[in-house]
């Protein structure tokens, strides 16, 4: 099997969007916790998708519930299907990696799109998600559960995954001041996600 795009995986998805719209589930897995952390929220709260993809349904579900939401994606594809779905939400095209957007969020979710990243720039990751983040926001992010590689086929395009090994993850949060509220390792009712729930405690 033809090994792919390894560095930049967002350029995958300007090939396979639509294939990925028509595919993605419909129904919100992610519920039980977009719910979670949706109940918590201040009245007017602010949410940021990081690899928003098309807008559905996480984004979507957060608009729906009247919290001002703002995404990005590296994808010029996936951020054209988004702007289709959503022309009144502020949409970015931008590489995760680069965010520096000058303001900070209730809640960061980089769900099925943290994982894309190779290893080496994960670590760094913890550092911008804390800088977009409010005292007590919350990061929501799915991984996998040891350190390595993975590929597989999405639209007849081989996509890249990485992760590191759990505690790597929880001494990222740690030190960058997060407190862990969840981990669910293969969660049967989200497709077998490994989820991670966090909250920003600055000291």
């Not at 095209?93 to 680069?98: A, E």
């Not at 995954?161 to 740690?174: D, K, P």
């Not at 997060?178 to 981990?183: E, Q, T």
């Amino acid at each position: 099997m033809e090994k792919g795009e390894r560095k930049n995986v967002y350029q995958v998805y300007n090939k396979i969007g639509d294939w990925f719209a028509e595919n993605r589930y419909a129904d919100s897995v992610e519920r039980a916790y977009l719910d979670a952390i949706i109940e918590q929220l201040p009245p007017i709260a602010s949410m940021l998708d990081v690899g928003c993809g098309n807008g559905k349904p996480i984004l979507e579900y957060f608009i729906t519930h009247n919290i001002r939401a703002v995404g990005i994606d590296g994808s010029e594809k996936m951020i054209e299907l988004a702007r289709n779905n959503f022309p009144d939400t502020r949409l970015m095209l931008l590489d995760m990696r680069q965010m520096q957007l000058g303001e900070k969020f209730d809640v960061i979710i980089a769900w099925h799109s943290f994982f894309h990243l190779p290893a080496e720039d994960q670590p760094a990751m913890f550092e911008v998600f804390r800088d977009h983040l409010k005292p007590d926001g919350f990061l929501l992010f799915t991984s996998g559960t040891e350190r390595g590689e993975a590929w597989g086929m999405n639209g007849g395009e081989n996509l890249f995954h990485a992760s590191l090994a759990t505690e790597e993850y929880r001494l990222l949060l740690e030190s960058n001041h997060f407190v862990v509220l969840k981990h669910q390792v293969n969660d049967p009712d989200c497709g077998g996600a490994n989820v991670w729930m966090a909250k920003y405690k600055p000291q």
